[in-house]
């Protein structure tokens, strides 16, 4: 198969704190993987790509400072919303390219919700 | 600018009839298209994909039609039921730079 296990499911932070989330690809090695944000009612906006070992690349309008990714390893991707406020809430979701594209398709995971109080 | 546009925003169905979901895209460039079906607060579950070598690809209830020289896909469920009833994104890709953007969906409603 081709999983992708993203963590946590939720979450609810106050202003001004940090919130990481992760994505692991489970049965996989992803060496890029994706992160999507999704506003109520809206598409699927795609943040920025995630590199194993080398800088992530942010699509235009989204603040690295504000995003940072981390793709230390073959499996695992996190994105780090840091000095969260409320208009950072929302729902966060990752993705990889599986292997077997034409089965799987680029693969997601189950999302983040993130509220900030 | 967007490049992958799902211009109704929302289909009803009667239960047992066909139902046809249409994407347009813009850059040529993309080579490879997904459909994927979403639930709220769910991740996107992938239902299937075409290359742009292919004008069709079908899987079981499931058939994406690709035309090219309209940059034009579509999504054809027949028969549609009523657990088909969710938010319906198509993706467009380019193999090469791994990048995937997606449409603004389109709702789907099947009627029992």
């Known amino acids: 198969g081709a999983v992708v296990s993203q963590h946590p499911s939720w979450v609810i932070c106050k202003s001004g704190t940090s919130v990481k989330i992760e994505c692991r690809s489970l049965d996989f090695q992803a060496t890029t993987m994706f992160w999507y944000r999704q506003f109520p009612k809206q598409s699927l906006m795609l943040m920025a790509t995630s590199n194993e070992g080398s800088k992530a690349t942010y699509e235009q309008g989204v603040e690295k400072d504000k995003f940072l990714i981390n793709h230390a390893s073959l499996t695992l991707s996190t994105l780090t919303v840091t000095s969260a406020h409320p208009e950072d809430s929302s729902f966060y979701i990752c993705?990889?390219?599986?292997?077997?594209?034409?089965?799987?398709?680029?693969?997601f995971g189950s999302g983040t919700r993130l509220t900030v109080v | 600018d967007q490049q992958v546009k799902q211009n109704s925003p929302s289909l009803s169905v009667q239960e047992g009839r066909i139902s046809i979901l249409n994407c347009d895209y813009t850059?040529?460039?993309?080579?490879?298209f997904l459909w994927y079906k979403k639930y709220p607060a769910e991740g996107p579950t992938f239902l299937i994909s075409?290359?742009?070598?292919?004008d069709k690809n079908e899987d079981g209830r499931f058939t994406v039609f690709l035309n090219k020289s309209a940059k034009h896909l579509s999504l054809h469920i027949v028969p549609s039921q009523p657990g088909d009833s969710a938010v319906y994104f198509c993706a467009a890709a380019n193999t090469g730079g791994f990048k995937t953007i997606f449409g603004a969906g389109t709702r789907l409603f099947v009627k029992a």
């Open positions: 993705s990889a390219r599986a292997p077997d594209l034409a089965r799987y398709g680029y693969t």
């Open positions: 850059n040529s460039m993309f080579d490879y």
């Open positions: 075409i290359s742009s070598i292919k």
